[in-house]
């Protein structure tokens, strides 16, 4: 690699670019923090403990066919959103197949109190405020629908990879790697992005393949992390090296 190739190197960039390229990784960073975040608070509670198991993909997109899907939420993400005591009620009222009989003297209260406040009709959520949506819920859990997942499915494969190619490209300026280092780099989060995707589809088929699911997330959360922080190293760290061991030689000189 001769002198003008290293020019096109990340620690070579004008500032005005570095600035750019920082502003992006940084906000990609802390998002992808914030998702982390998000998956520990839902799908790491659908069965109703903290962190991420198998037996969250299974539940969250196969289902947890020993019950309905409103007792496994009631069990996991949305546990703390009611008293032990109103949550056992609805798992009652829920596994006698949700009468209608007793929703306007006691149930629908118990929704409007606790439930609502996000599950409304002005929200992506199930409007809980009307019974036919709640007895729909109080059914067999079979997890996501295949509406819902073919909606997600769609989402993640676009937004996700437009943030995958735009790392990839500050990351493809990185000197001192090889090429093939490189080549690889930038092609395992799309791999793993696809592989966890099709794992979703999989598992809601059959919950053999739910661990599929957590190598995807973690195969892309790992690759895009190595770019993220190889590329800030080399924009801001990298340079800074070779000026502090000229300086130290100087000292030692003088």
């Given at each position: 690699?001769?002198?003008?190739?290293?020019?096109?190197?990340?620690?070579?960039?004008?500032?005005?670019?570095?600035?750019?390229?920082?502003?992006?990784?940084?906000?990609?960073?802390?998002?992808?923090?914030?998702?982390?975040?998000?998956?520990?608070?839902?799908?790491?509670?659908?069965?109703?403990?903290?962190?991420l198991s198998v037996d969250d993909i299974v539940?969250?997109?196969?289902?947890?066919?020993?019950?309905?899907?409103?007792?496994?939420?009631?069990?996991?993400?949305?546990?703390?959103?009611?008293?032990?005591?109103?949550?056992?009620?609805?798992?009652?009222?829920?596994?006698?197949?949700?009468?209608?009989?007793?929703?306007?003297?006691?149930?629908?209260?118990?929704?409007?109190?606790?439930?609502?406040?996000?599950?409304?009709?002005?929200?992506?959520?199930?409007d809980f405020s009307k019974l036919e949506n709640?007895?729909?819920?109080?059914?067999?859990?079979?997890?996501?629908?295949?509406?819902?997942?073919?909606?997600?499915?769609?989402?993640?494969?676009?937004?996700?990879?437009?943030?995958?190619?735009?790392?990839?490209?500050?990351?493809?300026?990185?000197?001192?790697?090889?090429?093939?280092?490189?080549?690889?780099?930038?092609?395992?989060?799309?791999?793993?992005?696809?592989?966890?995707?099709?794992?979703?589809?999989?598992?809601?088929?059959?919950?053999?393949?739910?661990?599929?699911?957590?190598?995807?997330?973690?195969?892309?959360?790992?690759?895009?992390?190595?770019?993220?922080?190889?590329?800030?190293?080399?924009?801001?760290?990298?340079?800074?090296?070779?000026?502090?061991?000229?300086?130290?030689?100087?000292?030692?000189?003088?």
């Amino acid at each position: 690699m001769n002198y003008k190739e290293l020019q096109k190197g990340l620690p070579w960039l004008p500032l005005s670019i570095k600035m750019l390229f920082t502003g992006y990784l940084l906000t990609i960073g802390f998002g992808l923090l914030m998702a982390g975040a998000q998956i520990m608070l839902t799908h790491g509670m659908a069965d109703g403990k903290p962190g991420l198991s198998v037996d969250d993909i299974v539940y969250s997109y196969y289902g947890n066919r020993n019950g309905s899907t409103l007792e496994a939420q009631l069990n996991g993400s949305m546990k703390n959103n009611a008293p032990p005591q109103v949550r056992i009620e609805i798992i009652k009222w829920a596994r006698a197949g949700a009468p209608a009989k007793d929703w306007d003297s006691r149930f629908k209260n118990i929704f409007e109190t606790h439930c609502t406040a996000c599950h409304h009709a002005a929200s992506s959520l199930p409007d809980f405020s009307k019974l036919e949506n709640v007895q729909q819920r109080a059914s067999i859990d079979t997890g996501i629908s295949f509406t819902s997942l073919t909606k997600v499915s769609h989402v993640h494969l676009f937004g996700i990879a437009f943030i995958f190619m735009l790392m990839g490209a500050i990351f493809v300026f990185a000197v001192g790697i090889p090429e093939w280092i490189k080549a690889t780099l930038v092609v395992i989060p799309f791999a793993f992005l696809i592989i966890d995707v099709i794992s979703w589809w999989l598992t809601k088929l059959n919950p053999e393949f739910a661990w599929i699911t957590i190598i995807g997330g973690y195969g892309y959360s790992l690759a895009s992390a190595a770019m993220l922080f190889i590329s800030l190293y080399q924009m801001w760290i990298l340079l800074w090296k070779p000026a502090k061991n000229i300086i130290r030689t100087l000292n030692r000189a003088l």
